[in-house]
């Protein structure tokens, strides 16, 4: 199948990947976005205007919550500095205590926030459980392991004995945080925890279309003990309160695409700021001769269309050894052919549908075009609008060359190319040729072959038969881009000290720093000199 013409497409068509059906007695949207919710949740936004949200599964009006303008960032920020002080005089412990038992509620009440998940962003169930389970992961990680990585640190001093040297770590003040819509669970709260934890405060801009998942997580973690006043939420629109946020923090925590995040940087840098940055990908799959194929197939589906493609680590590239092409090609286009579109809020659906208008027009116009210039469609191909109005099947192009917008751009779509490799140098050179450098993933039945190709990939993770959700997934290693993808980390041990500034103290016992014992300038050059050579010799570091 290869048209691609939606304009002209028969809606009643319905051809192609299947839709799962509606339980009986499904909930709606009205059934759990009630006004009492609505009210007690924008509650939470400091500002007095208004916005309203939709509902990607029917395009119909969601909800309407408060609007900030820039005069409420300020507002929020003020507050926020007050909440800090004393929130940061509390033991790590105690702040740490928090999380543990934030973890637990939101695995109590995981159906509450699923639902909402799947009103803002159209995903299917299982892929908003996916938000869940990292939230959790991430919770129960700096609960336990906070104090450890807070904690002061001792340090060999300049003189040994003499010099006693400690490194304390200190909050930043107020972090100011931009999160996406595409992940409205996890890269709100998610990114926020280790903030919190470290003694920050927070003042929060979720996108405006899916604030509701942000504020919820927020009332769970005021109830889990954290005071009110320490997470400020503001929402409207980027361009309007974004610059506030950025110019009031102490500290930049943003994930988008990579042109706001270069203004994003632009900003921070002229205040002297710090920033982490989780920016686009464009990222790459590589089957191997020797990988096993219908495992691979599976992965590349989990790691291709999970949350309809609309994931920074998501696979966009799959590079194919000749050898095993065909093989494999047939069973990841069966696979792919037999997903399940959903838009219910229950399991059963293998997609869900796009969160906009945008992103279906992007997506349209990458297979469109590819397919005016040549590509094939073995799968998909086509939206899908007896599924709802934002809903494209997921897609797999064959023949993508560079001319096409597809072969370069982030689609953030469930489109996926594939190109066929006939040596390693080879693959890791398509792989590297890109300016991003967010994840990718290697397939082979050899570990160690698997991590050697891995090694040579400029990507920040790197999973090895599996799409994505390995590293991420890993909360106690590092997690991040190179390139265009960003910069810092978020999970382990980068992910909570990048909230922190470093302090050293160090004290001089003893003896000072220069000339002592009645010694010229000479003689104690000589003698610190002899010193250094026998510090050497005995190893001291």
């Known amino acids: 199948m290869t048209d691609t013409d939606t304009d002209t497409q028969d809606p009643a068509d319905t051809t192609g990947n299947p839709v799962a059906p509606a339980p009986v007695g499904a909930r709606t949207a009205a059934e759990v976005i009630t006004p009492a919710l609505v009210a007690r949740l924008g509650a939470g936004i400091v500002g007095s205007g208004s916005t309203v949200s939709h509902a990607p599964f029917t395009g119909e009006r969601l909800t309407e919550l408060p609007a900030s303008a820039p005069e409420d960032v300020v507002t929020a920020f003020a507050r926020a500095r007050v909440a800090q002080r004393a929130w940061a005089q509390r033991p790590v412990r105690q702040r740490a205590a928090v999380l543990l038992r934030f973890h637990d509620l939101v695995l109590r009440r995981q159906f509450e926030v699923l639902d909402l998940i799947q009103l803002e962003t159209g995903k299917a169930r299982l892929h908003a459980f996916e938000e869940v389970l990292s939230v959790a992961v991430a919770a129960r ?24 040297v400690t490194e304390l770590r200190r909050p930043r003040g107020v972090v100011g945080q931009i999160a996406p819509w595409n992940y409205p669970l996890e890269l709100s709260i998610g990114d926020a925890l280790p903030a919190f934890v470290a003694g920050n405060a927070v003042v929060m801009k979720p996108d405006t279309e899916t604030a509701l998942t942000g504020l919820w997580a927020r009332e769970l973690l005021i109830e889990a003990g954290l005071p009110e006043d320490v997470w400020q939420m503001v929402v409207g629109d980027g361009p309007v309160i974004g610059p506030a946020v950025v110019e009031l923090a102490d500290y930049v925590s943003f994930t988008g695409s990579t042109r706001t995040g270069r203004e994003v940087a632009q900003k921070a840098a002229a205040r002297l700021v710090g920033c982490s940055l989780e920016l686009g990908g464009k990222n790459a799959m590589l089957v191997l001769p020797d990988a096993d194929l219908d495992k691979a197939a599976a992965g590349a589906v989990r790691g291709a269309f999970s949350s309809a493609g609309q994931l920074c680590i998501s696979i966009e590239r799959l590079y194919v050894h000749e050898s095993v092409a065909d093989a494999f090609l047939e069973r990841f286009t069966a696979r792919t052919k037999a997903m399940r579109l959903g838009n219910s ?13 945008q992103q279906l027009d992007t ?11 040549g590509a094939t469609v073995l799968a998909g191909g086509r939206a899908r609008p007896d599924a709802g109005p934002l809903f494209y099947e997921p897609t797999i192009l064959d023949g993508v060359e560079p001319p096409m917008a597809v072969c370069a751009e982030e689609t953030f779509g469930p489109v996926v190319s594939v190109y066929r490799y006939s040596s390693e140098d080879a693959a890791v050179a398509m792989a590297n040729a890109t300016p991003y450098g967010l994840n990718s993933s290697v397939w082979s039945r050899s570990a160690r072959h698997a991590h050697r190709v891995a090694a040579r990939l400029n990507t920040g993770t790197v999973n090895v038969n599996e799409g994505y959700a390995s590293a991420y997934g890993s909360v106690q290693a590092p997690m991040g881009g190179m390139g265009d993808s960003g910069l810092g980390r978020r999970h382990g041990s980068e992910g909570i000290l990048k909230y922190t500034e470093a302090q050293t ?9 220069g000339p002592a014992f009645g010694m010229d300038d000479e003689r104690h050059a000589a003698m610190m000199s002899r010193s250094l050579k026998a510090l050497k010799a005995l190893r001291f570091r």
């Open 141 to 164: 990680h700096y609960g336990r392991r906070a104090p450890a990585y807070l904690k002061p640190r001792g340090h060999l001093g300049a003189i040994p004995a003499l010099t006693k």
């Open 345 to 357: 809020l229950e399991y059963g659906a293998d997609m869900g549908s796009l969160v906009s208008r």
């Open 363 to 373: 997506v349209s116009r990458h297979v469109e075009e590819a397919v005016s210039k």
């Open 505 to 513: 103290i160090a004290h001089q016992r003893l003896l000072p720093m």
